[in-house]
Structures are given as C-alpha cells and as structure tokens.
C-alpha cells in the first residue's frame, strides 16, 4: 500500500456531488490509418488491456479510514474490471462540434465511483459534421482524478496508450500485476497510530526548508529583485462564487508557429507568456461584454511542476504554483503581453526564493481529518461568496507531443483539455500542444458561463490581435498551419 500525500488527499477531501475533482482530455482520432482502416470497439477493450503496465493509476483504487482520520492508501484493486472503465456511446445527427461539447461537459460533469480505480475513458462516434475532421473519427474522453495525477504524471498515463506508429503490437507479455487484499480497519487504524507518531519529525523536516526560503524572499524584496507591488487579492468576479452541478466545454486550436511569433514581439518572453496574455484578453472582451470588468487586473493560478527527472512516473501531484496577473486593465493587447511577462519573471523569482519543492511539502502540515472537514464546511456553508478570491481563474499549461500519436493505430487528430472547477473558482483554462498546434481548452458552470461560445469568440479575437500587434505584416509567420479549426454549427444550442 502508498498513502496518499497531503496535497493527493486534499483532491479527496475537496470532492462534492458538485465539485468532481478529475482532470482529463478529449482526443480525436483518425482510424483509417489502423490497420485494416477502421478500430472497433473491441479492439480499443483489448488495446487498452495490453497495456495496463504502463501506468499505475489504471488498477490502483482508494481505501479511507473511518472519518478520514488520516489520508487514504492506494491499493492493487482485487475487483478491477476494463469494462467498467471503458464505455462506447455516438452523438446523435448531425454530429456538429457543439454537439461534442455538450456531450464532454455532461460526461465531465459526473462524479466518479471512488471506491473503483479513478479513471474512465468514453469513446464517442459520429463526429460526422465537425469541420476540418477527416470521415469517420471518434473521440476518446478520458477522465482521471486529481488525486491520482497531475498534468505532467498524465503526459505519462497519456504514453501507455499512445505509439509513434499506427503498428505497434498489444503488450500483455509483460504484464506481472497482482491485486492486493483489501486491508482491514484495524490495520489502517494502526498505521495511522505510527503516522501520527512520526508526523511531529516531518513538520519539523518541512519547517527547517521553509525558513530560510522565507528568509531569502525577505532579502530579495528588501533588493529590488521581487516587487511585492501586486501581490494582493483577486477582484471578484462570475467565477469566484459557488458552482453548481452542471460543467460547460468549449476549446480554441491556435498555430504554434504563430504563438511563438508573438512572444518573439517581448523579448525574454515565453509561448506561456503569450496564452496568459491572449487568455486576459479573452477574459477582459468577455467581461466587458457583460458590463462587468474589474477596474483591477484578474489574476490565474498557474501550476509547476516540481517533479525530479526519476519521478515522472510516480502517482499522485507533485507540483507548486504561481499566482499571475493577466492585464485584464490593459486595452492594448501588445503592453499586456509585456505587463504579463514581467508579472511572471517577478512571480517565479517569489516561488525560487522559497522553493517550489518546498511549498508543495507544506500541505503535510494539516491533519488529515481535519483537512476533510475543512473542505466539506467550506463548500455546504457557501463560504465562497463571503470572502475576496485569491486568484479568479486557473491556466494550466501541458506540453504535448512534437510528432504524431496513435491510438489502437488510429492517428490522433487533436487534443484538448478538461479540469476541475469547485466554489471560488468556477473556470480552469488547459492548455494542450500537440504537434504544430497549441489549444486553449476550458471548463466552467453552466449558470456562471451559460454561453461559452462567447467565451471561445473572445479568445480568438484576442490572439487575433495580438497576432496583429506582435507580428510585422511584412513578415509573416512561416509555420505549418493546422487543420481548420472547427466551429459551433449555426442554429446549434447555445450551452451545456
């Protein structure tokens, strides 16, 4: 057995009938580059069988002590089962992009069996009017708790099932796996009594690292290299109140090549200085459109990893985080870009001089029952509407494969991302880059959000400007060009 870390068990802890916290991804695959031009559903059963080895959280399921009284194991599951996990279903004609949304926001919406390994793929056929898709592709919506995996452990859950060509072979040979016994209360009970008898020793392991981090930040604002000017509370927005139960999905495929035109505009400049940018200025045309932008800048929760090179495969979230204005106030889309840039350098160089690793250790500090109550108390009191947001939204960057992937030898088309929402924080912005192609995905509430097509018009039109104002007409930018990107159908519902 493994026991969950604190910040593993606080996805735990943090999960409500409203509140679903898995991330995931929708994948869309051309098969008739499979061979024999087609996959079935059976083949994708035993595809995805053969290669269970290659990531843990496919038949690894939790087990709780009574009341939470300390975090939850991981455990070989003895009753594990494929085809609970793997389900097969097709949209109804004629098939459009808004239909698909609609389809992955319900399904992403659902909860998940905690008691089961924390992970489900749906297959989706009939993308038969989604402009750009070659006939006959099918979409794989996978979800995986966050409890389990974060975005760079999901690259590698991702690398199970995916090959660099259409023929590779199914994997069972080296398949050595055995369940465990599920483990009685007792046992649990007594390895929660040795927990609590070493917890005073990790507390003070943590508190030893975050001192002279602390001290260090100290010396570096008293220099002038950390500006401590904007570190203060989100303005409060749509987003920052209680979600409901249902979820809305929209996503927007930018050229790579261009995105990387733009942050060339700012030098010292990153491609995820460009998203955060061009994510304000979606965000500010949104808002403005409804009457309701903030004098002050929205900020986003920005993760990073903290994984070391040897522990790419190890379950669970490893990573820190930062916390970034996005110059929503700035109407010109190319100072945004330069706001939002020295913003970043300014918030990594406060994350450095603690330490990411060491912010993440800190969340081992609250007890665990505790934790559990904490988090259930803030969500059934609605205390999200009664206090400033820390931050009004999440962008998460998760880099992609630079070369083809296949899927049971059907070519992946693209990908896009889905992330959990909960009370104070009813939008997370993935971000996927897959080959010559980067997509700003994003999940909200239906009520908070009831027109996402709104939402993803904004994001164009911001990096159509930025594009604009970042890259001289005379030099364009010479990059291979995406597929088209598909488009809401006229007439098409207006929401989840």
């Avoid at 220099?223 to 927005?237: F, H, I, Q």
């Amino acid at each position: 057995m493994q026991q969950l870390s604190g910040q593993d068990a606080s996805f735990v802890y943090l999960e409500t009938p409203h509140t679903p916290m898995h991330i995931g991804s929708v994948g869309i695959y051309d098969p008739s580059t499979a061979p024999g031009g087609f996959v079935r559903f059976k083949d994708i059963l035993e595809f995805v069988g053969s290669r269970l080895a290659g990531a843990r959280s496919f038949r690894q399921r939790l087990v709780r002590l009574p009341l939470d009284m300390d975090h939850p194991y991981w455990i070989e599951d003895p009753e594990f089962d494929i085809e609970y996990h793997i389900r097969h279903i097709a949209l109804p004609k004629p098939g459009d992009w808004r239909q698909l949304c609609i389809q992955v926001a319900r399904l992403h919406a659902r909860p998940m069996d905690l008691s089961k390994p924390l992970w489900e793929f749906t297959i989706i056929e009939g993308l038969d009017n989604i402009e750009g898709l070659p006939p006959g592709c099918f979409a794989l919506v996978a979800k995986v708790h966050h409890a389990a995996i974060d975005g760079m452990s999901g690259v590698e859950l991702s690398a199970a099932i995916h090959d660099l060509s259409p023929d590779k072979p199914n994997r069972l040979a080296n398949d050595d796996w055995k369940a465990d016994d599920l483990p009685g209360v007792a046992d649990l009970l007594i390895k929660s009594y040795f927990n609590t008898l070493r917890k005073p020793l990790q507390y003070a392991e943590t508190a030893a690292r975050v001192m002279p981090g602390l001290a260090r930040l100290s010396q570096s604002v008293s220099k002038g290299d950390v500006s401590l000017a904007n570190t203060k509370l989100a303005p409060k927005t749509r987003f920052n109140g209680k979600v409901g139960p249902h979820r809305v999905f929209d996503a927007v495929p930018l050229p790579l090549g261009d995105v990387r035109a733009i942050k060339d505009a700012v030098p010292g400049a990153t491609v995820n200085d460009a998203i955060l940018a061009i994510v304000g200025g979606g965000l500010r045309k949104y808002l403005q459109s409804k009457g309701e932008l903030p004098g002050d800048s929205l900020t986003a929760m920005a993760p990073i990893s903290v994984r070391a090179e040897g522990e790419k495969s190890a379950l669970g979230n490893l990573v820190s985080a930062m916390v970034v204005p996005l110059g929503t106030h700035i109407a010109d889309p190319l100072e945004r870009l330069r706001f939002v840039h020295g913003e970043t350098v300014n918030s990594k160089a406060m994350t450095n001089a603690v330490g990411a690793r060491t912010l993440t250790d800190t969340s081992q500090f609250m007890p665990a029952g505790l934790s559990g109550i904490a988090a259930r108390l803030y969500t059934r009191l609605g205390a999200a509407n009664a206090h400033a947001p820390v931050f009004n939204t999440v962008v998460t960057n998760v880099p992609g494969s630079r070369v083809p992937l296949y899927f049971a030898g059907a070519k992946m088309v693209s990908m896009y991302g889905t992330g959990p929402i909960f009370d104070s924080m009813g939008l997370i912005n993935p971000i996927y880059s897959y080959v010559d192609t980067i997509a700003i995905s994003f999940t909200s509430d239906r009520d908070i959000m009831p027109d996402p097509e709104a939402y993803a018009a904004a994001l164009r039109q911001s990096f159509e400007e930025l594009k604009a104002a970042a890259i001289p007409a005379a030099a364009p930018v010479k990059a291979a060009r995406p597929a088209r990107t598909p488009r809401p159908a006229k007439g098409a519902p207006q929401h989840a």
